[in-house]
């Protein structure tokens, strides 16, 4: 089973750096491909970063590219998204995803596994 729990919102100034953290307390956290996805107020969600079960493949939206990083700590259970020179766009609640399949996805649909979300602010 599954339990994805995201932390580490909150509000930051523009420029400024937020490490959110989500850990799966179930026992395949190794096999899953994980993946962030974040949505604003009044728009469609989107894809932020994936990263493979073996953590040497990621992958990153055009818009957080070169900002954000992503990683993972399968001995805890926990991936992470370390994001900088954050902007007042970038302003979502931001979802932890996986998914037990090998591959990488950027869809929200191919995703069977979700956690509740973290709020991140960007004041200008």
């Known amino acids: 089973q599954v339990h994805l729990v995201e932390s580490g919102g909150g509000l930051v100034q523009a420029g400024g750096s937020l490490s959110l953290s989500c850990v799966d307390s179930?026992?395949?956290?190794?096999?899953?491909?994980l993946g962030w996805f974040r949505q604003a107020p009044g728009k469609e969600g989107e894809f932020v970063s994936a990263?493979?079960?073996?953590?040497?493949?990621?992958y990153y939206s055009e818009s957080v590219k070169g900002r954000f990083t992503v990683s993972r700590d399968n001995a805890k259970n926990t991936v992470y998204l370390h994001m900088t020179n954050l902007k007042p766009e970038d302003t979502a609640v931001y979802y932890c995803?996986?998914?037990?399949?090998?591959?990488?996805?950027?869809?929200?649909?191919?995703?069977?596994?979700w956690g509740q979300g973290t709020q991140v602010t960007v004041s200008s």
């Open positions: 995803a996986a998914d037990d399949a090998t591959t990488m996805s950027t869809m929200s649909s191919w995703y069977n596994y």
């Open positions: 179930g026992r395949t956290f190794g096999r899953l491909t």
């Open positions: 990263i493979k079960f073996s953590g040497d493949l990621t």
